[in-house]
């Protein structure tokens, strides 16, 4: 019954839609996604490639710059033709209407029920973008439900993650501050050297193809960890809790504190030896296995963390660490820092197609895909509508799809676009829950576990968003729409050539052998940045950021 229940659900769907009408008549079309946030180029494949297909006729081929290289988009866009769905960072979409790669989807976008259902950020944005009331170019990526001020989640983007049973082995010591965390870690280490398989673990493995990206400069493993004390990079600044900037290089600011950690488990022999020159792929593989003992990101846990780990203590949960301030970003109302456009040579049919397919994206079912992945193997229904989780390994170990989502497995035909546009904290319309599993009840019921309760009990917190809040370590920034001003020529040739400069002497920092070389490596890098014209950019970005902080405390008062 639930099953029949869920079919004709999502055939009435697609029947409001006009997609069986239509799939008798459309031709098979590939359409090109230029996708700055994808980790895979090619055409997609497997099950979600399945999905496409059957309901629109459609092949995604997606052009990843972070695979095969920035310089696509400078050949992309001197033929005038970046994609026919562009998904490009919000501070660079300014330039493709400024350059004509964009079209207006003014025309078309009011149809669009599902993404129109964030009319007040879209219509934010665009104002913004053009001065003009109701002229639409571009749709925010991951728009919530909520509110600017809202702060949903009960973890946040970037905190310290430890295995509880090897804490639990360790005695679960308080930890004061990084030095105490770094011996948590070194004790870790020692019963924990491989595992299970007798691969080799660390506490910290790290990667370099994010460098430089996400309105940043400087390697990625450093940049999200200076979040643990209440500094946020804004390109080449450094944003303090008290609202004032400050250089990257300043040894009194947290890019200096967390590449100086980095460098201490180096020298503790903690840091994995293929650090540096490893891609993520390499890494999330090391994750899903058990061979790191540190996780950072909120999202890292989903290829570790199921309910059975959850269940035997064997999952990654948050440590506090006494003298950090952890900022969090409140939900991005307005989207996060990319957004989707359509490309200007887009005409005609495939114009309809690609705006009929995107407002599906943005749909209770589409979203149900994106978020929660495949009835039957990441969830099953309940009487209520509402969703159970069914097989959480799903992701973590590429289980085989069910036979009518084709062939292989789901993490090989897992969505390559990797970008959304709606969050996944939204409510989703065909179960009245989030789309996220963690806010399912049937989640919650099932994974307050002895773990959890431990935990709970251990630290006198709910979870660790409550922990954060009673012990005065948490600063959530509130969401506001804005864009940084592009760069000109000049500033952008300059930011080539610090964050170039700055990633590799920050990783030659972390592997630094003593404390006296990594001091006098420091001082290099700032003789170099200064060299570069640091101080110029610096100044630029300080100037360019400086309404994104007055607009932020405007809306926290």
């Known amino acids: 019954m639930k099953r029949l229940l869920s079919v004709l659900l999502v055939c009435a769907m697609l029947l409001s839609m006009g997609i069986f009408s239509a799939m008798a008549e459309e031709a098979p079309l590939t359409i090109d996604i230029y996708d700055a946030a994808a980790n895979y180029h090619g055409i997609q494949t497997g099950w979600f490639a399945k999905v496409v297909k059957d309901r629109f006729n459609l092949e995604l081929n997606i052009i990843a710059p972070q695979v095969a290289g920035n310089e696509l988009y400078a050949t992309r866009a001197e033929e005038g033709n970046l994609g026919d769905i562009v998904i490009v960072d919000k501070k660079d979409f300014s330039d493709l209407l400024k350059a004509g790669l964009v079209r207006d989807i003014s025309d078309k976008l009011p149809e669009c029920e599902n993404i129109m259902k964030f009319k007040d950020q879209i219509d934010v944005y665009n104002k913004g973008l053009t001065g003009e009331d109701g002229v639409y170019y571009g749709i925010p990526s991951e728009m919530t439900d909520t509110s600017p001020t809202s702060l949903t989640d009960d973890v946040i983007y970037s905190s310290p993650m430890l295995r509880w049973d090897l804490y639990t082995e360790i005695g679960r010591p308080k930890l004061a501050n990084l030095d105490d965390l770094l011996d948590a870690l070194a004790k870790i280490h020692e019963i924990h050297p491989t595992n299970e398989d007798g691969d080799p673990a660390y506490p910290l493995t790290l990667w370099a193809d994010w460098d430089g990206n996400d309105n940043m400069i400087g390697i990625a493993n450093v940049v999200q960890l200076t979040t643990w004390y209440g ?56 994750l899903s296995t058990g061979r790191a003992d540190l996780m950072w990101y909120s999202w890292e846990t989903g290829f570790w963390n199921s309910v059975d780990r959850l269940n035997n203590g ?31 040579m887009v005409e005609g049919e495939k114009y309809d197609r690609i705006m009929e397919f995107l407002d599906w994206y943005a749909s209770g079912e589409g979203c149900t895909f994106q978020h929660a992945g495949i009835e039957g193997l990441n969830y099953t229904v309940n009487e209520d509508g509402t969703f159970t989780p069914y097989k959480d390994n799903a992701l973590m170990d590429n289980l085989p799809v069910p036979e009518e989502y ?23 319309p065909l179960t009245g829950e989030r789309y996220a599993q963690k806010y399912w009840q049937a989640y919650k019921d099932m994974t307050m576990t002895q773990m959890k309760k431990e935990w709970q009990e251990y630290f006198d917190a709910e979870d660790s968003v409550d922990y954060m809040k009673k012990n005065n370590q948490l600063l959530a920034s509130p969401s506001v729409d804005f864009t940084p001003a592009p760069d000109n ?5 300059l930011r080539v050539d610090v964050n170039k400069q700055l990633c590799q002497s920050t990783w030659q920092l972390i592997f630094a052998e003593d404390d006296d070389e990594f001091e006098a490596l420091w001082d290099k890098m700032i003789e170099k940045l200064d060299g570069f014209g640091y101080k110029e950019l610096y100044e630029f970005d300080c100037a360019n950021y400086q309404p994104e902080v007055d607009a932020k405390i405007a809306a926290a008062q």
């Open 231 to 286: 500094e946020k990079i804004k390109q080449s600044a450094i944003l303090k809790p008290d609202n004032t900037f400050t250089e990257i290089y300043n040894r009194d600011a947290a890019y200096y504190k967390l590449t100086k950690f980095l460098n201490k488990a180096y020298q503790m022999g903690l840091v994995d030896p293929e650090s540096g020159e490893q891609d993520w792929n390499s890494v999330m593989n090391k």
């Open 314 to 344: 064997t999952a990654f949960i948050f440590i506090p660490v006494a003298d950090q301030l952890y900022y969090a970003d409140a939900d991005r109302y307005y989207g996060s820092d990319r957004m989707f456009g359509i490309g200007s």
């Open 406 to 428: 084709g062939e292989g497995g789901f993490n090989d035909g897992n969505n390559a676009i990797n970008q959304w546009i709606v969050s996944s904290i939204c409510v989703n």
């Open 489 to 493: 020529n000049d500033i952008a040739s």
